[in-house]
């Protein structure tokens, strides 16, 4: 080490980073025996303020470890994000009980405060983390997802066997948190202690809670009605992940921070106890320390219980602190996650905050090559691209395609082979017919009669991915070796 920017991650071999060559070998065992459409990198992060590092890492390796699965496997790859909006807001004690009460995000916000909240902190950064990837991303809200008849039956199926799930969704004490917040105030208890299963059948279950201030009330949960459903926090996992793996087109594969390790044991416990289905692969993330060995925590130092440990920078607490726009962070995150992916022994593992300071100073100023957004594309057209005879690439406007822009640069990838190019113009039109008889159907393909692209073009993206508008971007291929 000179000083300036040469730095070696240094790990020791581990037990899982001994019996694989590549990070995302993970997901290859359950890749060879269903064989899915796609894979679905599903991460979850709550919805309670601004986003420290871990969070970020986490996100981040979601989307890297789909560009490199797309890669290496030769599958369709997405990242879905799930926004807990059921977060604690607020919480109360109640003056006789003493028991806790809590109002979750989305009971003190509404759903129009939360699109806030996740346009504030998360869209731009995932728009970002799209671009530089390749691969596409979908988001949605727990109170979304709670509401879907699929969730809600999957919990109502858990509940015959509540006596014998209870106890590893609550080792201490059996008592299953099952949230059903108030219908006329939306508070609920938080740890369920007076709320009770009535009954339960094959149609749905009817429950009764008490309220503060409203007194006992009960609530009806089938698969129709609105009653909200919260869960605890393993609860709602073995639910999450039930549904998931019933889905024999595309695999989903968790993607969780490090401390998550821990916590599937119990929640595979709980799928040992229910019939029939095998939890979904679980990729654990890196994480983030402090000199003592424990998890980095932004709310322990708020509340001055602990001081910042040594290393830590004010971005990685809030990573809005970041001095850089949007895609400066990504960039670097991309940088970071991409050193640590590249081998199993430095994915497999934590980082201290130190640590995570001494690689981040040694890293290469972003100036000598331009940043980059990834798109893929089949081999019949990438070869058209590379030999600069195909100069329109042809999208349907989706939203992170909103500011391409002349200037921008392209890097189209067709596995392990890519080629960079620069925009120099963006047109945008409302049907494909418009957009191939104003460009010219031989500037998108050379080789290929109009009525025959449009029906190729027209197989590949379908009349609702039509309407969100047509993008002809005009691209001229910068020569040389690729860097
Ligand atoms: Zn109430």
């Given at each position: 080490m000179n000083g300036t920017n040469r730095l070696e991650i240094v790990s020791p071999n581990n037990v899982l980073a001994n019996a694989m060559l590549r990070s995302v070998d993970m997901v290859r065992p359950r890749l060879q025996a269903t064989n899915p459409d796609r894979v679905a990198f599903c991460v979850g992060t709550q919805i309670n303020g601004a986003p420290h590092l871990g969070t970020s890492l986490v996100q981040t390796a979601a989307f890297l470890l789909a560009k490199q699965t797309k890669r290496a496997f030769g599958v369709d790859t997405i990242v879905r994000f799930g926004a807990?909006?059921?977060?604690?807001?607020d919480i109360q004690l109640?003056?006789?009980?003493h028991h806790a009460y809590q109002q979750t995000y989305f009971h003190a916000l509404g759903s129009d405060g939360v699109e806030d909240l996740l346009g504030k902190y998360y869209r731009a950064m995932f728009d970002s983390l799209a671009d530089a990837t390749g691969v596409d991303y979908e988001i949605e809200t727990y109170t979304a997802q709670q509401a879907d008849p699929a969730f809600r039956h999957e919990f109502l199926a858990t509940l015959g066997r509540l006596d014998q799930i209870r106890w590893p969704l609550?080792?201490?004490?059996?008592?299953v948190h099952v949230r059903l917040p108030c219908?006329?105030?939306?508070?609920?208890?938080?740890?369920?202690?007076?709320?009770?299963?009535i009954r339960t059948g094959s149609g749905g279950a009817d429950f009764a809670a008490v309220c503060t201030d409203h007194g006992d009330y009960e609530v009806v949960v089938t698969a129709d009605t609105s009653a909200y459903l919260d869960l605890a926090t393993l609860y709602r996992n073995l639910v999450k992940e039930r549904m998931a793996v019933r889905d024999h087109v595309t695999l989903s594969v968790m993607v969780k921070g490090g401390d998550w390790s821990y916590g599937c044991q119990l929640v595979d416990e709980a799928f040992a106890q229910l019939p029939g289905l095998a939890p979904p692969p679980r990729i654990f993330t890196p994480m983030v320390l402090t000199d003592t060995g424990a998890k980095l925590s932004k709310s322990l130092i708020r509340d001055g219980r602990v001081a910042p440990p040594p290393g830590a920078r004010p971005w990685m607490l809030d990573?809005?602190?970041?001095?850089?726009d949007t895609d400066d962070f990504v960039d670097a995150m991309v940088w970071l996650v991409g050193k640590m992916l590249a081998d199993p022994k430095h994915f497999y593992r934590s980082y201290t905050t130190a640590e995570l300071d001494k690689i981040m100073t040694a890293r290469p100023s972003a100036t000598t090559t331009p940043r980059a957004r990834e798109m893929n594309l089949y081999r019949r057209y990438f070869d058209l691209v590379a030999a600069g005879t195909k100069t329109i690439e042809v999208r349907v406007q989706y939203p992170n395609l909103r500011?391409?822009?002349?200037g921008d640069h392209i890097r189209f990838v067709c596995g392990r082979d890519d080629a960079l190019t620069r925009v120099k113009r963006v047109a945008r039109y409302s049907s494909f017919e418009e957009m191939l008889d104003t460009e010219g159907p031989e500037r998108v393909n050379p080789t290929s009669p109009r009525d025959q692209q449009l029906a190729n073009i027209r197989r590949i993206y379908g009349p609702e991915k039509e309407a969100l508008g047509v993008l002809a971007i005009e691209i001229e291929l910068i020569p040389g070796p690729i860097p």
């Open positions: 807990l909006d059921n977060a604690p807001y109640d003056p006789e009980t609550a080792p201490s004490h059996g008592q219908p006329q105030c939306g508070w609920t208890e938080k740890r369920a202690e007076r709320t009770r299963l990573v809005t602190d970041w001095e850089g500011n391409l822009a002349a």
